[in-house]
């Protein structure tokens, strides 16, 4: 491919007219979907808003208004990018206490919030019947639970000798009512051999939301992307994720960010704005059938994440009251609801309030 100029130019890929194949609801395959990565990113973007119009014709993007739980920081996992966790028995580990549950659900009520983002490390000297009191405390406050990413699902499971779905139908019992898509990473396992050879498999984390979305669960999905992978790899990913969208239907949105340096073992460089603003284009072009893409204002800022709406971009994440995970890398992006709110007006979108299953809330 060569030669390309703004989307509609003369650009040809395999013959074919990169805006037909781009803009006309065209299935990518996989070697078209690799050669994304030799557009430009105007092309990139204006491809992407062309999905985005399709799939999300109204001019809105939404936000959520919550909070991020971390339960625990104990993990066993030891994953190479992650700046957050302690080991069992350091004196740095905690799980939060009652009382400081209560108050940080008491805070999120008083500031509007629908529900709790709830994720912790794998923390092994907690009983499965924690979890339960955990989700259904949350449930009867009030507050959706979008808890327990794959990881962790599978990690309960294996430690307690249940199944998959015997875990996701206890803790949807209790009170969880969505699944968060995080500890994805690249869904390649060469890579995450080499990032997080203690957490599941990508086979494994797919099973969880499989296993999730056949229990009537809605799941996001994430990729964090700028460390150890190729381009290439990324593509794979995303394909992993249309492939069982495709089976189940049961993915809301797909949250692409970057890896963040800061304070990890792994170390290296943080991915710039416009290879971020690149691979969201292209995870938009792929993921034909995920219905929402979501920017990390968090690691990004609010400038490029104002850009990202040009991008593919419907979902601005959310409010984030308390966020420890990606803070803990030494990057430290707060927006409020005032903030999220004006940053989507100047780009020309009208903010809407959602929940974690990405219904309207209203203003
Ligand atoms: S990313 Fe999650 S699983 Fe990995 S070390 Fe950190 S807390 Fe543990």
Redesign the pocket.
């Known amino acids: 491919m060569s030669g390309l100029g703004p989307a509609g130019g003369g650009a040809t890929f395999h013959g074919v007219k990169m805006n037909k194949l781009l803009t006309k609801g065209k299935r990518l395959d996989f070697e078209e979907a690799c050669r994304l990565w030799d557009l430009d990113l105007l092309t990139l973007g204006q491809a992407a808003q062309g999905v985005r119009r399709r799939i999300v014709p109204e001019p809105r993007v939404t936000f959520v208004i919550d909070r991020n739980i971390?339960y625990t920081?104990v993990?066993?996992?030891?994953?190479r990018?992650?700046?957050?966790?302690r080991a069992p028995g350091s004196p740095e580990g905690y799980v939060l206490t009652w009382e400081e549950l209560a108050e940080k659900l008491a805070e999120l009520k008083a500031h509007g919030g629908s529900g709790v983002l709830l994720?912790?490390?794998?923390n092994p000297d907690l009983p499965f019947d924690y979890y339960e009191k955990l989700v259904s405390f949350i449930r009867d406050s009030g507050l959706a639970v979008h808890g327990f990413?794959p990881?962790?699902i599978s990690?309960l499971a294996r430690e307690n000798d249940l199944t998959l779905p015997e875990v996701i139908r206890r803790l949807r019992d209790a009170g969880l009512s969505s699944i968060p898509g995080?500890?994805a990473e690249i869904l390649v396992d060469r890579v995450r051999r080499l990032l997080?050879p203690?957490?599941c498999t990508s086979r494994e984390w797919l099973a969880v939301m499989a296993a999730a979305h056949r229990e009537g669960l809605r799941t996001s999905a994430t990729m964090m992307f700028g460390h150890l992978e190729t381009r290439r790899e990324r593509i794979e990913h995303l394909f992993k994720v249309r492939d069982l969208q495709d089976e189940t239907g049961g993915f809301t949105a797909f949250i692409p960010w970057t890896y963040q340096p800061g304070g990890t073992s792994l170390g290296g460089e943080a991915t710039g704005a416009v290879e971020y603003l690149r691979t969201l284009a292209v995870s938009r072009l792929v993921l034909d059938n995920v219905p929402h893409l979501q920017v990390s204002w968090v690691t990004q800022g609010p400038k490029v994440a104002q850009i990202a709406l040009s991008f593919g971009v419907d979902d601005f994440g959310s409010t984030m009251l308390e966020e420890n995970?990606v803070a803990a890398t030494g990057v430290g992006f707060r927006l409020d609801r005032a903030e999220i709110e004006a940053l989507i007006r100047q780009a020309g979108y009208e903010p809407q309030v959602r929940d974690h299953r990405y219904n309207i809330r209203g203003q």
Do not use: D, R
């Open positions: 971390n920081n993990c066993v996992s030891g994953c990018f992650c700046a957050f966790y994720q912790g490390g794998l990413s990881p962790e990690f995080g500890g997080s203690n957490k995970v």
